[in-house]
Structures are given as C-alpha cells and as structure tokens.
C-alpha cells in the first residue's frame, strides 16, 4: 500500500537557497518515509495567514527560517523551555487539538555537531561566544548543561549581550566588550571560540585577538557549501586545531525536528558527507 505523502514545509524569506527539502528528503528516504517537505516563501505580514493556510492543506508541521523565528513563537499555543530560551522557534507542528506547538532545535543541534567533531567534552572548557543573537541564545542553555566552565559573550552592541547574560541568568555567563576581549594582555585562555554571528554572511570577520586562536577548536554557525567562511578561514590560517562551519549543524538541528514530527532519529554522517562532496 502506497502511504499518502506527509506534508511539511519550511517558512521564511529568503528560502529558495535552502538545503532542508535535500535534508529531510534524505531523512525520510532512511524510513521509507513518503514526505512531501516544500519551501514557502512567506513575508513577515503573511505569517499567519500562510501557517493557517498550510494547515488547511493538509500541512503537519513546518521549520521556521529567518525572519520569521520570533514571529511565529508570538503565535505559537504551546513552546519548549528551548523555544522561550531563545524567544524563537524553528520547529512547528499543530497537535490532536490544533494547537500551533513550537520548539528550538538549534540548540541542540549545535550541541550534537559538537560532541561529533570536539569529543573532548564541555565539561570544564571555557568558552568563547562571539554574537547574542537568536542563534547564541539558542546555543548557550545546552553548553551550560553539559556543564561548561564560563561562557564568555561578546557582542559588537554590548547591551545585548548584557541582555542576555541576564535573561539566561547563569553566573557562569560573563559579557565582555569587544574592545575587553581585544585589550585584555594576556589574552583569556579559552578552549572553543563560536562565531555566532552572521559576520560571514557579508564576508566581515569579527574582531578577536589572533592569539586566542592558536590550537584551539573554532566553530562558525554560518555555513559555506562551496569554501570555508571566512572566519573558518582566517581561524584556520591563524593556527586553529580544528575551524568547522555550520553545515553540521544545519543537518543536526534537521535530525531533532524530524525526530519531533516522526519520533524517528536520523542517521546524519552519510547526509554531511553527502553534501560536503
Ligand atoms: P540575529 O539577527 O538574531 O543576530 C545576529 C548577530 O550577528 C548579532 O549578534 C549581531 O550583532 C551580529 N552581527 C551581524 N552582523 C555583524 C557584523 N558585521 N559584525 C559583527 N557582528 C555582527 O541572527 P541569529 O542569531 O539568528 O543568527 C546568527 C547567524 O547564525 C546567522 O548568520 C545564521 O545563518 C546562523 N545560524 C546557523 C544555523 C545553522 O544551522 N548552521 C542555525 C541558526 C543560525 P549586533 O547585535 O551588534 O547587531
């Protein structure tokens, strides 16, 4: 018997470009799954409509992209602590009474990415934030979890780091100023660096004191296909032992929605290397 297609959708502007339809087609081909996952290019002022009208069509459940991350949680009936640690939601789905449910895989998804690639463990390790966007206040809750020693936040408008060291509210957090992170002689000794800002996107590097790099595992949560970002580029020519970009990420934080919506896990290696090639 054929199973009628599972509808899903991804909602933002601009997402034409996106690899989740590749991703989650891919997942669903590990389960025999027969999932019908499209990109809807929605305007800020549309979201509401276009989530209603996607439901009435049949629609399961959607990943929400950018700009909508903060708009579609105002909407949403229930969220996960994930989702209003982040005040943002990129997983939705409507439950047995239709009510718009979301969730913040970005969290763990980066988290996931990074017990692959740095085995070594959070515990102990101090940590460099570069960002305190959405994405940074999707990352920090599961570092603190596993334990991280400090977690520094540096942000190019201060106040919002200060904003969100105190909505996190950790006394492990600590926010520094650029000029602090760049001034301070000797340089603070920390193992990871997270760029978690879209810095590359425009191809702009964030300041940050080359000596903090040497030997020291960097993670850039934008993402390249084609060549390294170029803050994975400058870490790595700076001496870095390992630079990774956000591809696994990506894929990771696919695996957690996908598990939300078909309480099924994913295997995500053959996918990245698949779309590393
Ligand atoms: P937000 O718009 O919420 O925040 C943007 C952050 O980047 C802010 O901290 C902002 O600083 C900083 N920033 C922007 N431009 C520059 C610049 N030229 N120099 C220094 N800092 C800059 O975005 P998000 O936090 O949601 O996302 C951040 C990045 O993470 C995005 O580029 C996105 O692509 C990536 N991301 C990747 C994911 C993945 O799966 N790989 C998942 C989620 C996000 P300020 O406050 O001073 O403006």
């Not at 439901?55 to 708009?71: C, D, F, S, V, Y």
Request: include cysteine; charged fraction near 20%.
């Amino acid at each position: 018997m054929i199973q009628n297609p599972l509808f899903y959708t991804l909602f933002g502007h601009p997402v034409h470009h996106s690899l989740s339809p590749t991703i989650h087609s891919l997942f669903a081909k590990q389960f025999n799954l027969n999932l019908n996952y499209t990109t809807t290019d929605t305007q800020p002022d549309s979201v509401r409509l276009a989530l209603e009208s996607f439901k009435a069509q049949g629609g399961l459940g959607a990943n929400i992209t950018l700009p909508l991350k903060e708009m579609v949680y105002k909407l949403c009936h229930k969220t996960t602590i994930a989702a209003s640690h982040a005040q943002a939601v990129n997983t939705i789905y409507w439950d047995e009474n239709d009510n718009l449910c979301g969730d913040n895989t970005d969290g763990v998804g980066f988290l996931n990415d990074l017990k692959i690639k740095y085995p070594e463990g959070i515990k102990h390790r101090k940590i460099l934030i570069l960002g305190a966007g959405g994405a940074a206040a999707g990352i920090i809750p599961p570092l603190l979890d596993e334990e991280a020693d400090e977690i520094y936040i540096v942000n190019r408008a201060k106040e919002r780091a200060l904003g969100l060291a105190k909505k996190l509210n950790n006394k492990k957090l600590k926010v520094l100023s650029v000029a602090q992170l760049n001034g301070s002689n000797p340089a603070i000794a920390f193992d990871i660096i997270i760029n978690a800002t879209s810095a590359s996107l425009l191809n702009e590097l964030f300041p940050v004191p080359e000596s903090i790099i040497k030997d020291k595992f960097v993670y850039d949560l934008v993402y390249n296909l084609k060549s390294p970002t170029c803050f994975v580029r400058w870490a790595t020519q700076k001496g870095a032992k390992q630079a990774h970009d956000g591809l696994g990420m990506l894929i990771e934080q696919a695996a957690a929605a996908f598990y939300i919506w078909h309480h099924k896990k994913p295997d995500t290696q053959p996918i990245y290397s698949f779309l590393r090639q």
